[in-house]
């Protein structure tokens, strides 16, 4: 973490698409919202990216979620088998809004295999259809195909003034989006977390730029954080 950390839909400036990352930005912070944008962001910054996720002890990676809708069994319950079985039924809904994940890990894996799944042209019968001609829009032109079955775009990207077509989901990007899913983080994030990754973040910077020893700005950091564990006790 450092202070070149780009945090998308917050800071109010947009790079996507722009090609106006500064030199120095070392991290990008970003939203996921269903598996098209997530798909989508390799178009977005049309370079190849590593997802980290945030730091742990153990090194493995994290991805915190936020949720909405969130139901629980209080501990005063005075019915808890009841409030069990309410959850239980609600789990069951398949619904879930489209500009988010579902809890069910079943849709998730679901939602991921459908956008794997090329959507071709049919007939009445659910047959593909296979075109004898046909011309669809590319990158910095129109590609002619012959007999062929015409595939259907499900969404379209604007780069630097260039459309650009978005198909399916590559497995590759599949696989890599469900590992993530097996990562997610669904406890929630109390108030001195956040302060406590803003300190690490503040003393961390002059590390990456030299100005200050890791053993100094670790020192730094833990003195930071009991004092704020201390004041909050």
């Known amino acids: 973490h450092t202070k070149n950390i780009y945090n998308n839909y917050v800071e109010g400036e947009d790079y996507v698409g ?29 370079e ?21 809708d969130a139901v629980c069994i209080v501990s005063g319950s005075d019915n808890p088998d009841g409030a069990w079985e309410f959850l239980e039924y609600y789990l069951t809904k398949a619904e ?10 079943d849709i ?5 295999e459908e ?12 047959e593909i259809i296979i075109y004898e001609h046909f011309s669809v829009p590319g990158t ?22 260039m459309q650009f077509y ?16 097996e990562n997610l983080d669904f406890t929630p994030q109390p108030m001195l977390t956040g302060e406590i990754i803003d300190i690490i973040m503040e003393e961390a910077a002059p590390c990456l730029a030299g100005d200050k ?5 670790a020192g730094i950091i833990q003195n930071r954080v009991q004092t704020l564990i201390q004041e909050g006790l």
């Open 166 to 181: 978005y198909y399916y989901m590559e497995q590759e990007t599949a696989d890599t989006l469900l590992e993530i899913l």
């Open 115 to 126: 956008e794997t799944v090329p959507l071709y042209d049919r007939d009445a019968n659910g």
């Open 213 to 217: 020893t890791i053993e100094t700005a």
């Open 48 to 68: 190849p990216i590593t997802l980290v996720g945030l730091p742990t002890t153990d090194g493995r990676p994290l991805y915190s979620i936020d949720v909405s």
């Open 96 to 105: 879930h809004s489209p500009y988010s994940f579902s809890c069910r890990k």
């Open 140 to 161: 910095g032109g129109w590609t002619e195909h012959w007999n062929e079955p015409m595939m259907q775009w499900r969404c379209i990207l604007n780069i630097d003034g």
């Open 108 to 112: 998730l894996q679901q939602s991921v």
């Open 18 to 46: 722009g090609g106006s990352v500064p030199e120095d930005m070392l991290l990008i912070r970003d939203f996921i919202s269903s598996p098209q944008n997530f798909a989508m962001l390799s178009y977005s910054w049309n």
